[in-house]
């Protein structure tokens, strides 16, 4: 973040837009079990940069709360993460994906309940919203609901038809209702279309433990 005040507003944007990119290129490390995982050290730096940036630019401040939030999650932070996402909703208490971010922090804290009203509260103002639906199934799952948690599922497959992940979700759902025939279908869909090896592996080792080889 250093020297992103400097020049015209044309670079300050787009010193902005760079920083913002980097701080979603951490995030997605996170995620991928193939790349070098951030320190936690790399990722406070970051968090105290959201901050000075927020409280410089306050137009860009919901967007630096929300990535404070999910920087937080990513480290298990829940405590942290959740007063961030509120900070970010206090400027857009409406924004359905901050609903849903708030719903995932619950959710990693085992308080499925409030997860649960944060997941039905975005998909009321966006029932498009395939994140929600796919936690809301998971927890619908969990508490052992399987039909609402496959109704969740194929509506939003209905958005994503071709998403490996929620296909193979749906078969864990169908596994789980012994619509073997069904689940199969979904597990080897999910295996041709995962871009990303782990999954094209659980796909087919369900597929071997259901007897297709």
Known sequence: MHGSGAGTGR????SEERFF????????RFDDPGAEQPDRGQARRLVQDLELLAEREPRLAERCYALQSRIYLKLQEYEQALHS?????SLAPLNPGLIVLRGEIHQSQDSYSAALRDFSDALERNPDAVTARMHRAEIQLAGGDPMAALVDITNAL????????LLYRRGLILTDLRRAQEACAD???AAQLATEPALRTKAQQRLRELGVS
């Open 11 to 14: 670079n300050t944007m787009w």
């Open 21 to 28: 990119f980097d701080v979603e290129s951490v995030l997605r």
């Open 85 to 89: 996402v509120e900070r970010a909703l």
């Open 158 to 165: 209905r958005q994503e038809p071709r998403s490996a992940r």
């Open 187 to 189: 597990f080897k869909a």
